[in-house]
């Protein structure tokens, strides 16, 4: 089994920055993408940005030009950089990580979130 733990998350001013880091342990060679969602209070969850064991990656409009995620695959470690952080990005952060054996899909595995809050 895999766990996810994301850790970075707090407080900033409009205009700042932040970095989350998720970091992976257990069976972390079946992880093929990975992910970052959020939830912000009442209302669904959302993607913010995907990348691949290789390193391609994908990033919602909403984040695009602001938000980096990258992956280090030899730490296990996935993050995402925040700059020019919003008010409308404060949420709940979680990271997500899709596992397979045999090249069939396993599990959906999900951190446990970390807060971001944007102050105006």
Known sequence: QVQLVESGGGLVQAGGSLRLSCAASGSILS???MAWYRQASGKQRELVATITRGGTTNYADSVKGRFTISRDNA???VYLQM???KP???AVYYCHAETYGLGVKLNDIWG???QV???S
């Open 31 to 33: 992880i093929r993408d």
């Open 75 to 77: 730490k296990n470690t």
């Open 83 to 85: 700059n020019s952080l």
């Open 88 to 90: 409308e990005d404060t």
């Open 112 to 114: 446990q979130g970390t």
């Open 117 to 119: 809050t944007v102050s």
